[in-house]
C-alpha cells in the first residue's frame, strides 16, 4: 500500500509524464541559447535530416575519417545501417545483440557484429528478445562503457541507436551531464532511441529525471520525436549540443 509520501510523489511523477507525452508530440528543434559558440546564428549550420528506410531512424550526415556509429539492439532489421553505410562508407559499425542467429549474418556485411546485450552492468539480465517470436530470456549483458572502451575503442561516438526492449531505462542515465559516459571521456553526438511504454513507476521516474535534467543542463537537443498510436513507445531523434566536437561535426558551417 502507497504512504502519503509515495502517493504524493506518484501523483507529481504521472502530471510530469502526462506533459511529456503533450511535449512530444510533433518535432522539436531548439538549439539552446546558453552555448557560446552557437550564440551567432551565422556560425550555424542549417539542420538537414536525413529519414532513413526505417521511419523510426533519422542522421545527420558527416563525411570524415574517424566517424562510429553503434547500434544497440538489431532485431534482424538493418535497413537503417545499410543506409547510413551508404550515406557515410568512411564511418565505422558495431553492433550488439543477445541474439546470434540472423542477426550476425545480416550486420558483419555493414561492421563489426557482437553477440552480447548492452545494458547498464556486467553479469546477467533478463531481456525481452528476438529470436522467433519476442521472448523473455536471461543474457549476458555487459556495461556501455566497457563495450565502448573494449569494443569500439573510440571517444567520439556520432551515432547511437538504441532499442533494446525496456533495458533503455537502466541506461539513460548515462547520457548525462557528468555522468558514466563523460566521466569516462566517451561523448555521443546523435541518439535515436526507442523508449518503450513503461512497464513500472519506476520506469517512469527514471525517464521523467533524465528529462528533467536535461531541461537544466540541455545536454540533448531534441529533434523529431513521435509516439506510437498503438503501443505508446516514445521515439526521439536527439543531438548532443554540449560537446564542442558534436557541435562542430553537425551544427557549425564548416
Keep these: ?3 502519503r509520501r509515495n502517493s504524493s510523489k506518484l501523483v507529481v511523477y504521472t502530471i510530469f509524464f502526462l506533459l511529456i507525452k503533450l511535449l512530444f508530440k510533433g518535432s522539436i528543434v531548439k538549439i539552446p541559447n ?4 552557437l ?4 556560425d550555424c549550420v542549417q539542420i538537414k535530416l536525413e529519414r532513413l528506410f526505417d521511419d523510426d531512424y533519422w542522421e545527420l550526415i558527416y563525411q570524415q575519417l574517424n566517424c562510429s556509429i553503434i547500434s544497440l539492439g538489431i532485431g534482424k532489421d538493418v535497413k537503417a545501417e545499410k543506409k547510413m553505410k551508404y550515406n557515410m562508407p568512411e564511418c565505422l559499425f558495431y553492433g550488439a545483440d543477445p541474439i546470434e542467429e540472423d542477426n550476425k549474418e545480416l550486420f558483419e556485411p555493414i561492421g563489426d557484429f557482437y553477440n552480447m546485450a548492452v545494458g547498464d552492468k556486467n553479469g546477467s539480465f533478463r531481456s525481452y528478445v528476438l529470436e522467433d517470436i519476442y521472448r523473455y530470456q536471461e543474457v549476458t549483458t555487459v556495461d556501455l562503457v566497457t563495450f565502448i572502451n573494449q569494443k569500439v575503442q573510440q571517444k567520439i561516438i556520432d551515432q547511437m541507436m538504441i532499442d533494446i526492449e525496456h533495458a533503455e531505462y537502466k541506461i539513460l542515465n548515462f547520457f548525462g551531464k557528468n555522468e558514466e559516459l563523460e566521466r ?11 523508449i518503450h511504454k513503461p512497464e513500472s513507476f519506476e520506469d517512469r521516474i527514471i525517464f521523467s529525471r533524465f528529462l ?10 531534441f529533434i523529431n520525436s513521435e509516439i506510437h498510436p498503438i503501443l505508446k513507445h516514445i521515439r526521439l531523434f536527439m543531438i548532443n549540443g554540449r560537446n564542442p566536437e558534436c557541435i562542430r561535426r553537425y551544427l557549425l558551417k564548416s
Design 184 to 194: 569516462n571521456d566517451i561523448y555521443v553526438c546523435q541518439i535515436n532511441i526507442e
Design 39 to 42: 550564440e551567432n546564428s551565422a
Design 34 to 37: 546558453n552555448i557560446q559558440i
Design 212 to 221: 528533467e535534467k536535461n531541461f537544466k543542463s540541455k545536454q540533448w537537443i
Design 1 to 3: 500500500m502507497l504512504n
